[in-house]
């Protein structure tokens, strides 16, 4: 038999049993055979095979390392048997050793190799079973907590407030939906005994981990106050990064306070009513996102938008009605943010729309009331006005007074001046109408 037949049948060797190899590591089983073997000796199968793949694995490296050096020497004939002395049978028998447990160290490095897979396995299902058993315990205390909001005695709803409130400390995959039922809670009308106490729980709840400064907060979640009555509201420098929506609510008592409050998505108030004797909105910031005041409605005696921060926000009143006596939109600073109010109500009050920003140009008015009505009010505007616009409103017995230290042309284009309103001459244009109805 010539040489290279020779290494070619040594390599179609090697190829068939890497492929038996693979074949029996797939723990399908041959076509026509028919495992009957418990579960366990497949484990064991499985083990044979991988030590198996291994030493194919070896055989294959060290025939292709033999073959490139034989090559790289020129296929040289090696010597017959009867010209190795002892000596060099001892050498050869030390090499023959030597590979033999080279090839031990394959299948121990096998056997670790599949130990270390097996205890992977062991440890992920460990961490399965682990995370099985916490869904289910959160689950029994959830159920709990609802069980509790539902009783008749106050006492123990109370206690359901704050067992569903640690629950959602403790539960992130599931604390919006803890926060949900809470909210739906206030929203339920309700006349029990201590049920005050325990809305004021809920409140109080939302206000400790919506702080500014909390070390667990939910500020990242949205809540969803649609309906609820808010006595005294309190919401002072509390951050609302996610959707927080005041549709129908009514706000009542003496203060409703968003004092310094951030809000980072939406701010929804369809519907809403203001009704407490104060409403301060002062120092309100909005980093991103939009407020929107739909059809709302503003009373009691002072509404407070002054100091206000709008940074690539927009803050929309449209078909709102302004009856407070002082509404205070001062003082405003704007980066990429705007103010409209569109076809709002204005009357018997005085409105401050001095945001102080006279000095800096404007590609963009940041504050616009289009298609609204004013009777009987005073606007403040400042140094000037100039980053304040009226378009298309009706002025019926207004005042507009401002410092007239930059008299600069303002455009207020289609105003319907009624009851001997007057402007100051810098905002009069050509396109400024004069009723006396």
């Known amino acids: 038999m010539s040489d290279w037949l020779r290494w070619l049948l040594i390599a179609l060797c090697l190829v068939l049993a890497l492929l038996i190899a693979t074949r029996g590591r797939r723990r399908r089983g041959f076509a026509g055979v028919t495992w009957t073997r418990p579960q366990r000796t497949a484990k064991r199968r499985g083990m044979a095979a991988s030590v198996l793949g291994w030493l194919v694995v070896a055989l294959v490296v060290a025939g292709a390392t033999g073959g490139g050096l034989l090559w790289f020497l020129g296929w040289p004939r090696l010597p017959s048997a009867a010209q190795f002395d002892v000596g060099q049978v001892l ?5 023959a050793l030597s590979v033999v447990a080279g090839f031990g160290g394959v299948v121990l490095l096998a056997v670790n190799y599949r130990k270390q897979r097996v205890a992977e396995d062991e440890h992920d299902l460990a961490v399965q079973r682990a995370e099985r058993e916490a869904v289910q315990k959160f689950n029994e205390r959830f159920g709990s907590a609802a069980e509790q909001l539902a009783n ?9 407030v704050y067992a569903l409130a640690g629950l959602a400390d403790d539960w992130a995959d599931k604390r ?47 809540f969803d106050f649609t ?30 306070s968003f004092a310094g409050a951030e809000f980072g998505k939406l701010l929804s108030c369809h519907g809403t009513r203001f009704s407490a004797a104060e409403t301060n909105f002062g120092g309100l910031t909005f980093t991103s996102g939009k407020a929107e005041f739909v059809g709302a409605e503003f009373g009691g ?63 963009l008015v940041p504050l616009l009331a289009e298609n609204c009505r004013f009777e009987r009010c005073r606007i403040e505007l400042g140094r000037g006005g100039q980053a304040v616009k009226l378009a298309d409103c009706v002025l019926d017995t207004v005042t507009v007074a401002d410092t ?25 244009t050509s396109q400024l109408g004069t009723s006396s109805r």
């Open 91 to 95: 050498d050869l028998l030390k090499i």
């Open 152 to 160: 008749d005695n106050a006492a123990v709803r109370l206690a359901g």
């Open 176 to 222: 919006q939906v803890c926060v949900d039922v809470l909210c739906g809670y206030l929203r339920i009308t309700r006349e029990a005994d201590g049920e005050h106490e325990v809305r004021e729980a809920i409140l109080r709840v939302i206000r400790d981990r919506t702080r500014q400064s909390g070390k667990l907060s939910w500020s990242a979640l949205d």
């Open 227 to 256: 309906g609820v009555t808010f006595e005294n509201a309190d919401f002072a420098r509390r951050k609302f990064s996610g959707e927080v929506l005041f549709d129908g609510a009514d706000f009542v008592g003496g203060v409703a």
């Open 301 to 363: 005696e002072k509404v407070d938008f002054a100091d206000g921060y709008l940074q690539s926000s927009s803050v929309a009143f449209f078909r709102c009605r302004f009856r407070a006596p002082v509404v205070d939109f001062s003082q405003l600073d704007f980066t990429f943010g705007r103010v409209v109010f569109d076809r709002c109500d204005f009357a018997d009050l005085e409105l401050d729309l001095s945001i102080g920003l006279d000095d800096q140009p404007f590609s």
């Open 404 to 428: 007239g230290e930059h008299p600069q042309q303002h455009p207020w284009p289609g105003n319907e001046l009624r009851g001997g309103t007057s402007l100051p001459g810098h905002y009069v």
